[in-house]
């Protein structure tokens, strides 16, 4: 039974092509995050939403943008891919608007790889 | 055709370092796997590579020439419980793995 699921797990992809990757949590949680890992990094949040609603949108470029359907998915869209987005990108959700990485359930991640 | 080739089996000495080779043939290439799966047991993910160059996570390395089509997985300190079979799989243009046979890696005392 997984709990927070995101699709692809690996994505090779060109400059300048538009990709999404999909999330979904079978938790009931309320708040859903996208994280942005570059190599040897940690963590860095870019998207919480709270029942549908945006409530963190860290400093990321226009070309991303998120899309919650309803509380239990949270997609991520990408325009124009950039060399430099190249990073695991980690979805994960929590019972409750935090910021604390050790309160959220994370899904396995998706490497993108931009070539 | 596509092809994945490695040792069938290979002996190292407990403390030591060993190196696995592994040659691929993909249609199209989105990636080199390396699984460990010990006898009776599911493959487990070790190191994922799609650009050149070692990734190292602890003990293990991968290594990655796509130009020459070849991959390493590098073991170090070798423990006793690092005998198991060590699985190199290739991730072809339509995302589907290509399995190589596996190495059996016997660790002596």
Known sequence: ?115 | GQNIDQPTEMTATEGAIVQINCTYQTSGFNGLFWYQQHAGEAPTFLSYNVLDGLEEKGRFSSFLSRSKGYSYLLLKELQMKDSASYLCAGLDSNYQLIWGAGTKLIIKP
């Open chain 1, 1 to 115: 039974d997984t709990a927070v699921s995101q699709t692809p797990k690996y994505l090779v992809t060109q400059m300048g092509n538009d990709k999404s990757i999909k999330c979904e949590q079978n938790l009931g949680h309320d708040t859903m995050y996208w994280y942005k890992q570059d190599s040897k990094k940690f963590l860095k949040i870019m998207f919480s939403y709270n029942n549908k609603e945006l409530i963190i949108n860290e400093t990321v470029p226009n070309r991303f943008s998120p899309k919650s359907p309803d509380k239990a998915h949270l997609n991520l869209h990408i325009n124009s891919l950039e060399l430099g987005d190249s990073a695991v990108y980690f979805c994960a959700s929590s019972p409750a608007t935090v910021r604390i990485m050790t309160e959220a359930f994370f899904g396995q991640g998706t490497r993108l790889t931009v070539v």
